[in-house]
């Protein structure tokens, strides 16, 4: 130990004087009077940086001290020493299970990321990406020394994989094409798992993954309690949409919100796409009540206003207004009650209405705003 920390652990104790000899058991008399601590620093002293050394063993790694002690030095008074050794070096090198390290060894903390790979069946390329965005390496192409991971750290990443899904497998679950489940992702019905640690800068592109179970429970609410009576006529999700002129989202949402009674569930499926609507009564939900609900064009006639002045109004909350899906296009469009409209009418005025109704001219009605003896937001008179 001592010839280690004097001369480095690749010298031969052969080739040096007495005096080197001395100067060297006293470096390591003096490492081991510190206890354990020092011994431990002797050993890193000695342990050799060899990139085999996790494969092939204590030979590579302290050379003559490991044969002598593993093969020589068997009285039990060598126990202490070897039991030492073997704790600190399973710790401090990737030593896997099945190898022999003074025995075989059974309870190494570490394992390979080929270990993850067979544990979770996604590729070297995904665990590894996973192992960067988490920080446990630090790229992707990494040296042979690095392909080892800790166990706590492999069971944390095996459980990732396992609690959560890709776009692709939470897709096959819901029952829905990828391209459904992105838009639903979208529309913050799902989201990804993001890590709270603070990952190195990426240099690859990760893919995305969803708690299994929000996707469960997603699923599991838009089943509901929907029976297995199917009537005839009535369509699948993708079918309905398109028959309503909407889209697979708009109808999975007034399934969320009850709206919807006349739907049923396939028997021979315990997802989404089992799920069988009647379209009549979805179409009647995109349909806005003509009694009740005026769109743009009509109320910007009964208020003599222009359509920039409409949006300004909707827009600022001055004209009450709710968005309806109509029945002739995908677009939401904002709808005024007749109550609304009343109660705007009584309040307010266009500058037209008020030239009109009051007889003053333009010029004159733009002058006396002008000169502060009328204001802007006049009420109508009775």
Request: with cysteine; glycine share 8%; charged share 25%.
């Amino acid at each position: 130990m001592g010839i280690a920390e004097n001369y480095g652990h690749e010298a031969n104790p052969r080739s040096k004087s007495a005096n080197d000899l001395a100067r060297a058991r006293d470096a390591g008399f003096h490492s081991l009077s510190k206890g354990f601590e020092g011994f431990r620093n002797s050993l890193d002293s000695i342990m050799s940086d060899d990139p085999r050394r996790s494969t092939r063993g204590g030979k590579i790694l302290y050379g003559g001290l490991y044969s002598a002690l593993d093969q020589t030095y068997e009285h039990p008074q060598f126990n202490v020493l070897r039991r030492a050794i073997r704790e600190h070096t399973l710790q401090t090198v990737p030593i896997l299970d099945g190898a022999t390290f003074f025995g075989p060894v059974t309870d190494s903390p570490w394992t390979s990321v080929t270990a993850i790979v067979r544990a979770t069946g996604h590729s070297d390329q995904t665990v590894r990406r996973l192992l960067v965005e988490l920080g446990h390496l630090e790229t992707l192409r990494t040296p042979k020394e690095a392909i080892f991971i800790r166990k706590d750290v492999a069971s944390d990443v095996i459980e990732r994989f396992n609690n959560t899904a890709t776009l692709e497998e939470a897709s096959e679950m819901l029952g829905l094409t990828t391209s459904v489940v992105r838009k639903l992702i979208d529309a913050g019905f799902l989201s990804a798992v993001r890590d709270g640690q603070t990952a190195p800068a990426r240099t690859f592109k990760m893919n995305d993954r969803y708690a299994r179970e929000d996707v469960l429970e997603f699923r599991a609410r838009a089943l509901g309690t929907f029976g297995s009576t199917v009537e005839p006529g009535w369509l699948p999700l993708g079918a309905v949409a398109k028959r309503c002129n909407i889209r697979v989202i708009d109808v999975l949402q007034l399934v969320l919100s009850g709206r919807l009674v006349n739907v049923g569930r396939l028997a021979c499926g315990p997802d989404i796409g089992a799920l069988r609507f009647d379209w009549e009564e979805v179409d009647a939900t995109q349909r806005a009540p003509k009694s009740s609900l005026f769109g743009r064009t009509e109320v910007c006639k009964r208020l003599r206003i222009g359509n920039d002045t409409f949006a300004l109004l909707v827009r600022n909350g001055l004209l009450p207004s709710t968005q309806v899906r109509l029945r002739a296009g995908r677009a939401l469009s904002y709808m005024v009650t007749e109550q609304a409209i009343d109660d705007f009418d009584k309040r307010f005025a266009s500058f037209s209405r008020l030239t009109e109704e009051t007889g003053i001219t333009g010029k004159s009605l733009r002058n006396q705003i002008a000169e502060g003896r009328r204001r802007l937001g006049l009420r109508r008179p009775n």
